[in-house]
């Protein structure tokens, strides 16, 4: 009864394995961390993105069905199997080291600039008293360092989901952001980002880390 | 498979499995099409030895535990010990043989509904020789062998046969897929930075995708399994949503709005992308066709709008809106109207996935201070918290067939990442190396 079905089956998914990915030939995308967007893999005649953020799209729709099982036989040949779901060798990139040695870099030059952290309180966005002192010191050093351009970075504590940490960093560095501009600093030099609760300054799982680690920290742009 | 009980047609009605809708054309009755139900009988399996017939001493017990414990996992089966119940597992070839009559009869006395057995070899003094595995199945409803495999392939894929065979046996008494094939892709931590990468959903066979040395996160399946979709930090200023082909490496760009882009989510049919973008402030949900590359903006709110999750027939989203205060669950049609609150209970409620079921959305809910695990149906009527005790738990994903999910926990100390079951029972930890694994999501079925 499900040989019709599962024939069909075997034979794409056999297809696969051996052509590799059909229908994907004319791609022209760049791997790496900082790949442009890209285009190439637009389905219906390469129609080109025109709008300005959006890359190319593939067809990520379900083609096949049954999963590639042909059902138990009282006579089987023989099927051969593969590891599955194909997956390329990663890129050792040159993009971990340049990155490495940026970050060293905005570091280094943070440190030199004596730029301070905003701290904030669990779940909040708000900036407290000292806070407010902190930034006023980092205003002061941008202005007198007006060439200067600042990265204003969210963090959060482990707590919490990654994604909604997300948004909740964006919140921080954003609140530390416009009050800069409050106390004059032009806001064409700040720019903000988000890392959630991915690049934490302290790992343990206690209070004193957590508060480490719920800051608006401000980076120094080095590079681009 | 007289005695196996046809249990009642199925209920979903959103979810149709390819290879159920292609069951169910061809008019087959003796399938399970229910394996979800609580009223839900196991069928008893018993492994009768997957025996070595010529190769290194580890060959056949290595296929054999594999099988046994995809064989658990399925939930479809009860796995029982045949020598406790003092059933004899000789070799008995392809079961045609008079030796074997013994065993079955054995078998049906003691109530095993399904016998499993085979043999596997290697020739190792032949170069790139290949395993060869045989599998054989007898019902006793049937009073029959029902049927094999002969699978052929290098040693290194001894697991993938085990699992294959696995999920035939699936296939052959539910009509599903099975999901003893399907994959997890997750983020480790490589040197401060947070990569991509994939493994087998019982935690082997690890690989890299990503080593850019920064910030990539959350990774999504495509719903034909070829590409990971996820959030990632050009030059770590900018913050775009990427995808990735699994089998060539390619990676770019497909959202790069400016802001905060992130918790991509494609629906069901590949025809939309719902993400969680900041471009025009604060965040929001939008939804790009795929096809045409219109960007339509889902939720208009002053509050943090996020992490989209389509439900299995693609016309509705759960998300995630901090309006109102804290993060809390709300519904909508994937057109953004008729929007309505889902949670209630708890003042943070995140991370939603809806099963692909769709009978339950799993989140993350902060009970006592502790972020755990919580299922509620779509009509708010039932909800129970899964897991219990110390640790942040996180990102929750459903198995293809609705009876798992995988999610990362600190329960352990370090972030590491768990399988269980719906109900919240059988914990099982899937990675032991590392120090941060997280945002695990589980693959379609193959």
């Known amino acids: 009864m499900t040989k019709t079905l599962c024939t069909c089956g075997v034979v794409l998914v056999m297809s696969m394995a051996l052509i590799g990915m059909p229908g994907c030939s004319k791609k022209s995308v760049q791997s790496g961390g900082d790949s442009q967007s890209t285009q190439g893999m637009a389905k219906g005649g390469g129609a080109d993105s025109s709008k300005s953020g959006v890359g190319s799209f593939p067809d990520t729709g379900v083609q096949s069905g049954g999963g590639g099982l042909r059902g138990l036989d009282k006579n089987p040949s023989e099927e051969r199997v593969g590891s599955g779901t194909m997956l390329a060798k990663v890129d050792p990139s040159s993009s971990a080291e340049r990155q490495m040695d940026e970050i060293r870099a905005e570091q280094a030059a943070s440190a030199a600039a004596g730029l301070r952290d905003v701290l904030f309180g669990y779940d909040s966005w708000t900036i407290s008293e000292d806070g407010r002192q902190a930034l006023s010191r980092d205003a002061e050093w941008m202005k007198s360092n007006p060439s200067a351009l600042v990265k204003v970075e969210g963090h959060c504590d482990e707590r919490g989901t990654a994604a909604y940490n997300l948004v909740l960093g964006e919140k921080r560095a954003k609140a530390a952001r416009n009050y800069l501009v409050e106390l004059g600093v032009g806001a064409n030099r700040l720019s903000v980002v988000s890392y959630g609760k991915e690049r934490p300054s302290c790992n343990e799982h206690a209070e004193s880390c957590y508060q480490q680690n719920r800051r608006g920290h401000l980076a120094v742009k080095t590079g681009k | ?446």
């Open chain 2, 1 to 446: 498979m007289t005695q196996v009980k046809l249990i009642s047609a199925w209920f979903g009605g959103a979810l149709l499995l390819a290879g159920v809708v292609g069951i169910l054309e061809s008019g087959a009755a003796d399938v399970f099409l229910e394996a979800t139900r609580p009223d839900f009988q196991k069928i008893s399996l018993g492994v009768a030895g997957i025996h070595n017939a010529g190769g290194p001493d580890w060959l056949g017990g290595r296929i054999e535990e594999v099988l046994k414990k995809d064989v658990q996992r399925s939930l479809v089966f009860d796995l029982v010990d045949l020598p406790s119940l003092g059933i004899q597992t000789p070799d008995v070839g392809n079961g045609m043989g008079v030796g074997s009559k013994a065993v079955f009869k054995q078998a049906a006395e003691k109530g095993v509904s399904v016998l499993v057995w085979g043999k596997a070899s290697l020739k190792e003094a032949e170069k790139n020789a290949d395993v060869n595995m045989e599998g054989f199945v007898y019902d006793s409803g049937s009073d029959e062998v029902v049927g094999g495999k002969r699978y052929a392939g290098s040693p290194s894929v001894v697991r993938q046969m085990a699992h294959r065979f696995a999920d035939e046996l699936v296939f052959r008494y539910t009509g599903e897929p099975g999901i003893a094939r399907t994959k997890i892709a997750y983020v480790a931590e490589q040197g401060g930075a947070r990569e991509l990468f994939v493994m087998d959903y019982d935690g082997y066979d690890a690989r890299q995708l990503t080593a850019d040395g920064f910030l990539n996160l959350m990774p999504q399946w495509s719903p034909d399994r070829r590409f990971l979709i996820f959030t990632a930090y050009r030059n770590r200023n900018t913050q775009d949503i990427d995808m990735i082909e699994l089998a060539t490496g390619k990676r770019w760009t497909v959202i790069s709005l400016g802001g905060l882009n992130i918790t991509p989510a494609l629906s069901p049919d590949g025809n939309f992308l719902a993400f969680a973008s900041s471009h025009e402030g604060n965040s929001e949900v939008y939804r790009l066709d795929t096809r045409t590359k219109a960007i339509q903006r889902l939720t208009v709110n002053p509050s943090g709008d996020l992490s989209p999750s389509w439900s299995p027939n693609g016309r509705e989203l759960v998300f995630v809106s901090d309006r109102g205060g804290g993060p809390q669950l709300f519904l909508m049609g994937s057109d953004g109207l008729n929007v309505r609150r889902l949670t209630f209970e708890g003042d943070y409620n995140a991370a939603p996935v809806w099963s692909p079921r769709g009978n339950w959305i799993a989140y993350v809910c902060r009970t006592h201070k502790e972020y755990k695990l919580c299922v509620i149906s779509p009509d708010g009527q039932k909800r129970m918290q899964l897991t219990t005790g110390p640790g942040v738990d996180d990102s929750p994903s459903w198995s293809p067939d609705g009876r798992h999910l995988v999610f990362s926990s600190t329960a352990d100390g370090k972030s590491h990442i768990y399988m269980m079951d719906a109900d919240g029972k059988d914990i099982e930890r899937l990675t032991f190396q590392g120090t941060h694994n997280s945002a695990p999501s589980w693959s379609p079925a193959s």
